[in-house]
């Protein structure tokens, strides 16, 4: 692979995004590139991170490949990265994201697919296609709006204004903030914490909690019953609640305790 790298630790899959000299910046190589190590990692993985080499975790759309692009070519384009994204947020794994750095346009959208988001202290998040001449085309609209509110993506989008880790954590684009370089590790350690979870109740929490927010609450709460029942019926459900009651698990740790 040219613009990524891929590795199994234990049962987490780690995805490098490693164009550096162009800030991982995304071409259409680079997602058929993703496509293939998501399927990769979930034939193999039970969670996976997604990180970036160099200063920045991603700078977004390739915006030299970009400029020879036609209308047509243009929508195909956009409705792929929808298709490649889809599979990481409504995928068979759980995905964390790893953020340093620029955090810009399309860096934000494919950070907006994983399902939890850890930022260091240098990150920063931007979504600059207004000043570029364009518009959100990886999903931003629904994914990212979701997660900060419309009112706060229209700011970002009509200002061109960055905002720093800690706002992004007020602002709910990410749930960690850490030091300077520490957020693959932090990912790496909620991956491995996922992964031990059983993979059905994984599977709920990443299929079912999304589609449950777009339905009207009766049918959610309706919804919720099937998959609750189903989930707790299960073999690994079975196994899992006699381990807790024979004490053979842990308890619920508090805040402060180190696991
Ligand atoms: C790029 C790109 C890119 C850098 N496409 N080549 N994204 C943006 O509008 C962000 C544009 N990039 C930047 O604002 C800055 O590059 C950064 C803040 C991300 C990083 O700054 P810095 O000083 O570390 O790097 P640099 O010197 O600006 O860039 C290094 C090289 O990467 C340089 O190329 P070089 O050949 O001159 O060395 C840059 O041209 C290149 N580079 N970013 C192509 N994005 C599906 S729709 C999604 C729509 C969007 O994502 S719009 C947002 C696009």
Not at 43 to 62: M, Q, R, S, T, W
Not at 68 to 87: I, Y
């Amino acid at each position: 692979m040219k613009y990524l790298d891929y590795e199994l630790r234990g049962d987490v899959a780690l995805i490098g995004l490693n164009r550096p000299d162009k800030r991982n910046a995304i071409s259409d190589a680079f997602i058929e590139e993703l496509d293939t190590v998501i399927t990769r990692a979930n034939g193999e993985a039970k969670a996976g991170v997604i990180y970036g080499h160099g200063p920045h975790f991603c700078a977004g759309l390739d915006l030299a490949e970009h400029v020879q692009k036609t209308a047509f070519e243009g929508v195909h384009g956009s409705r792929r990265w929808h298709e490649v994204f889809g599979r990481i947020e409504r995928g068979k794994l759980p995905w964390f994201s790893a953020l340093h750095g620029a955090v810009v346009g399309g860096g934000l959208e494919l950070a907006s697919s994983t399902h939890v988001r850890v930022a260091d202290a240098t990150a920063f998040f931007a979504l600059p296609e207004g000043q570029r001449g364009i518009y959100v085309g990886g999903g931003a609209s629904v994914r990212t709006a979701r997660l900060m509110g419309q009112a706060r993506m229209t700011d970002l989008m009509l200002t061109g204004r960055s905002v720093d880790a800690d706002t992004a954590e007020r602002w709910n684009i990410v749930q960690y903030v850490v030091l300077e370089g520490e957020a693959l590790e932090k990912a790496v350690e909620l991956a491995g914490r996922a992964a031990s979870n059983a993979e059905f109740s994984n599977y709920a929490i990443i299929q079912a909690l999304p589609r449950i927010q777009d339905m009207s609450a009766d049918d959610g709460l309706f919804v919720e019953s099937f998959i609750a029942s189903f989930a707790a019926t299960t073999p690994e459900a079975e196994a899992r609640l006699q381990a807790f009651l024979q004490k053979k698990v842990g308890k619920v740790g508090r805040p402060d305790e180190k696991k």
